[in-house]
């Protein structure tokens, strides 16, 4: 859905020098996170989203809503450019190769932005100030903005090491993996300069907006959610039936207590619901850059449960794409 990590991986096996700088680079963002109270214990308690009573169906419905004309958008695009192709009367199937800059440039930002409206109209629909609790609202905008320059200044040393690792993994083991995304490389090649421009924004700000309001909006606040009231239930107290006085345990009770909802939630639980949105989110990737977008999302997911706030992730997301983008662009600069 998104071209993270595309290009961070693309870099030959670093030599010995290169090492140290990315060593350091994580070093600085470890400093950056210990100082930002990240390793602090129980850090990734925030504030609670939902109501433990309040149900999370609309919530599912209104995402699978937006990943639905996100599909039928891509397939009404593609279907339309197969439609021209054979047209033209070619003697051979149709193949993705076939796809021009514009198709690249629709398929960067309609499907995204389709989606995304149909989620948020959605939001507003099902009520219960949705968007200001999973944090989307303007007043909430600056705040989430400024907690995002710190937390890329702090995940983005932690990809860079990670994608390293990764590269000379690859290598070690002679795998061979495409040398970039292929909207990366559409984007590279085209010289139509507005095909471009709507590439770019398509990777760097409609893609982190309708995947962040998905996975981490939708999806990861609802399982949250659900572990929340899973547990709640488990500590429900176990009633006592009996007659005989004498027979009433003494002291503290032995089975399950019952916990108020001021209880702070279970950190374990806030990391198994970041941890399952993560592996759903780097899933839909492609298979070599799974790695480093699941220590992303990780970082994401953090981000989100110890703010509430969904300006957050989006921002992180946002800068990551662009730097990645920029980076890329730079490159290949000299190539072309």
């Excluded at 071209?3 to 870099?11: E, K, R, Y």
């Excluded at 989620?119 to 219960?128: A, K, Q, T």
Aim: charged share 15%; hydrophobic share 50%.
């Amino acid at each position: 859905m998104s071209i993270l990590a595309a290009a961070a991986t693309t870099q030959p096996a670093p030599p010995g020098g290169e090492v140290v700088f990315v060593t350091v680079v994580l070093l600085v963002g470890l400093s950056i996170a210990a100082a930002a109270g990240v390793f602090r214990s129980g850090s990734v308690r925030g504030p609670d989203r939902l109501d433990p009573a309040a149900p999370r169906g609309p919530l599912w419905f209104v995402m699978i809503a937006g990943v639905f004309v996100w599909l039928a958008a891509q397939i009404v695009i593609g279907a339309n450019r197969r439609s021209t192709y054979e047209a033209t009367g070619a003697t051979r199937p149709f193949e993705l190769a076939d796809l021009t800059a514009m198709d690249y440039a629709l398929l960067a930002t309609a499907p995204g932005v389709a989606g995304l409206l149909v989620i948020l109209v959605g939001d507003v629909l099902v009520g219960r100030n949705m968007l200001r609790r999973l944090g989307l609202t303007l007043r909430q905008f600056i705040p989430g903005v400024l907690k995002g320059i710190v937390g890329i200044l702090i995940l983005m040393p932690v990809i860079l090491f990670a994608s390293y690792c990764l590269t000379a993994f690859y290598k070690w083991v002679g795998f061979e993996h495409p040398s970039e995304h292929d909207l990366l490389r559409i984007m590279n090649e085209t010289g139509d300069g507005a095909h471009r421009v709507l590439m770019i924004v398509g990777a760097t700000l409609v893609a982190p907006a309708f995947e962040e309001i998905v996975f981490r909006g939708h999806l990861q606040t609802p399982l949250v959610g659900w572990f929340d009231s899973v547990a709640r239930r488990m500590r429900e107290p176990v009633a006592v039936v009996t007659t005989d006085v004498a027979e009433i345990p003494a002291g503290p009770p032995a089975g399950p207590i019952a916990v108020s909802p001021s209880t702070p939630r279970p950190v374990w639980r806030l990391w198994l619901a970041i941890a399952i949105t993560s592996l759903v989110f780097a899933g839909i990737h492609p298979g070599w850059t799974v790695p480093v977008i699941f220590v992303l999302s990780l970082g994401l997911g953090y981000a989100y449960e110890r703010t509430g706030n969904l300006w957050v992730p989006l921002t992180i997301h946002l800068l990551f794409n662009t730097l990645q983008t920029t980076f890329f662009l730079f490159s290949r600069q000299g190539q072309n």
